[in-house]
């Protein structure tokens, strides 16, 4: 008895394997059946049982999707549901969610897809890159390194990033940047979301020891698609500042206001740019300002190349210290 019913079981497996599958159609008419992971930036990805690697396709070149996975499903009106996709025409999708019903959708009014049935790792992100420069006049050793990794869930995302460059030469100081944040962003309906970060900074060329800030304000999606993502924040900060001299170390209020563009419509190309300005309220006419650009090359099994610069800069520095600070760094990295 025993060893029939061990039987059945091994013959029903695969049944209920394929039961729990996705089928997407593409406008060529071929179809693919496997676990659909994701769809961010425009690109699809689906696991199958007959590909060593995971296989990407252009969300615009779909023309049909049927899934039993529970997604993680963003609109680009903002509206965040969960639950499973079903195509009723080329141009509509309905979304089965567990606490609206059924919801119709135009197919490009959903920008961003996650897999919920596999737990906490399915929902982590991470990345790091390294580069290395040297050369043999004045014995020049660099190495500059970025990382990051976060979370995303219904309502809220974190991200941890820290970013490193060291440079060492003869017959001139050590120069050296540290540069470590945390975000928390809570999503409310409709692109809006609340957001809380801190970040720090220590700056030879700025003669920073350590620059701590934190942040609390309320930001909105201006874009949101599958070819560009781009944000506006605002609020206050409070900003604590330690110097080699101690006797320059300063507290200080701040308003801010910031913005991030993000563009991935470009094949296995992406633009990131973001730009945060601080008006002080307490020290009078001093203002900084926070530059980020990166363009980021996608290369196969996960890999990129990245070039990127970073641009600081303080109109009232302590004396002796430069008003603005700047790194440009290529590296080669990989991420999950």
Known sequence: MNKLLLACLLLLLPVCLMAQQDKIILSNDDSIVGEIKNMKQGVLTIETDYSDDDLTIEWGGIKEIQSETFFLITLSDGRRFNGMLQT??????????EDDGTITVNRDDIVFLESVDKGFWSQVYASVDVGLDMTKANNLRQVSSRSNIGYLAER???DIYYNALSSDQDSVERVSRDDVGIDFKYYFQRKWFAVISSTFLSNTEQKLDLRSNGRLGLGTYILQTNAVYWNLSGGASF?????DDPANDRDSWEGYLATELNMFDTGDLSLTSKIGAYPSLTESKRWRTDFNFDIKYDLPRDFYVRMGITLNY???????ASKSDYVFTTGFGWEL
């Open 88 to 97: 009723t025409s080329e141009s509509h999708v309905n979304l089965l969610t």
């Open 239 to 243: 900003n604590v500042e330690k110097y």
């Open 156 to 158: 809220w995302s974190t």
């Open 314 to 320: 303080d109109n009232k520095p302590v004396e002796g």
